[in-house]
Structures are given as C-alpha cells and as structure tokens.
T-cell receptor
Framework: NAGVMQNPRHLVRRRGQEARLRCSPM?????VYWYRQLPEEGLKFMVY????????ESGMPKERFSAEFPKEGPSILRIQQVVRGDSAAYFC?????????FGSGTQLSVL | GENVEQHPSTLSVQEGDSAVIKCTYS??????FPWYKQELGKGPQLIID?????GEKKDQRIAVTLNKTAKHFSLHITETQPEDSAVYFC????????FGAGTTVTVRA
C-alpha cells in the first residue's frame, strides 16, 4: 500500500502564473486535508475534503485558492495568479478516520 | 476554533538524556492528540497518539501524557539518540486537526 503521493516535489512559478498541486491519498482513504507550512513554522490548516465534497475550507484564502477531490483521480490544490507570499511547502494528508498520513509535500517557489 | 500552543520552540539535549515537549489546547471537545516528527525535506510522520479516555501511553522510548482537566499534554523521549533530532509537532483534534508551532530538537552526541 503506497503512502500519500504528492507531485510535483518542487514547483517554480513566476508571479501571475497558476500553480497546481496534486495529491493521491492512500488506498481506501476518503478524507484529504491540505496544510501549508512556512519555513520554521507549524502546519496551517487550509481545507478538508471528502470525495466530491468540500467539508471545511475555513483555512483557505477567499481569493485565488481552490481545492477539489473528484470521484476519480487525485485531489488538486490550485493557486491562481501566484504571488511571492504563496511560496511555502504544501502538505497533503489522507485519513481513514482520525489518524492523518502525510505526503512528502510540494515546495512552491514563486519568483 | 482550536488553538494549540507548544513549548519550547527549540530544545537541545545531550545524547542519553530525556526530552520533554509540552502543549496546551483550548477546545475542551478535542478528543484525539497525535504527535508528529518531521525530518528535513520530509512530511510529518505520526510517532504516537493518545485519546481523551487515556491519561498516559508509552511506546518504547516515547511516552505521552494527557491532562484533560488542565487541557495540556506532553511528549517524553527518554535515552535520546542522534536520530531523534527533528522537529516535533503536537496536534489536537476538535472539529479539525490543529497543530502547534513545533519544537526543534537537537540531540548532541
């Protein structure tokens, strides 16, 4: 059983471009979470999704950020018109119930 | 929402000594408290967890304690080894899993 797979590991974008981060949860897990981590800081909750539903997006900025977890395929975190302040590590976690299993993250750098 | 505070932010210990990290939480409805270890360039890995119906749990050199009345919980690492050097995060599950800011543990050989 493969772990949580995130890709790409590193993503470089110029200001104004779009960033798409992908997350494939562990087999059998129907819950997906996205967290953001700035250097030497903790993990900040962004969004919690189940298949085809957004359960809690209270940590997502109201503009430019969106997330989905379709019936088929990976969960996608999409950032439109990126700015330098979006540079961070973005971690996805999947869960069968309470215990979260994290991927290795995507490091987004905005030039 | 849940607010988790973690102390200290950095901890340096001599190999073989013990390390203790403490966390407090605000939501009395929280009932699940995991601890994660994050090594450089990797995602957080669950190392131990405790639920609200238990006061203490131990797994080899790692132990966690929970005081629901005071709303605080702690991680204890005994006989520390260099490979214990990492960033440790506590978390509390209320409506969602909220994390502390992390403790950077350095074990000196």
């Amino acid at each position: 059983n493969a772990g949580v797979m995130q890709n790409p590991r590193h993503l470089v974008r110029r200001r104004g471009q779009e960033a798409r981060l992908r997350c494939s949860p562990m087999k059998g897990h129907s819950h997906v979470y996205w967290y953001r981590q700035l250097p030497e800081e903790g993990l900040k909750f962004m969004v919690y999704l189940q298949k085809e539903n957004i359960i809690d997006e209270s940590g997502m900025p109201k503009e430019r950020f969106s997330a989905e977890f379709p019936k088929e395929g990976p969960s996608i975190l999409r950032i439109q018109q990126v700015v330098r302040g979006d540079s961070a590590a973005y971690f996805c976690a999947s869960s069968p119930d309470e215990e979260l299993f994290f991927g290795s993250g995507t490091q987004l750098s905005v030039l | 929402g849940e607010n988790v505070e973690q102390h200290p932010s950095t901890l340096s210990v001599q190999e073989g000594d013990s390390a203790v990290i403490k966390c407090t939480y605000s939501d009395s409805a929280s009932n699940y408290f995991p601890w994660y270890k994050q090594e450089l360039g990797k995602g957080p890995q669950l190392i131990i967890d405790i639920r609200s119906n238990v006061g203490e749990k131990k797994d080899q050199r790692i132990a966690v304690t929970l005081n629901k009345t005071a709303k605080h919980f702690s991680l204890h690492i005994t006989e520390t080894q260099p490979e214990d050097s990492a960033v440790y995060f506590c978390a509390a599950l209320g409506h969602k899993l909220s994390f502390g800011a992390g403790t950077t543990v350095t074990v000196r050989a």
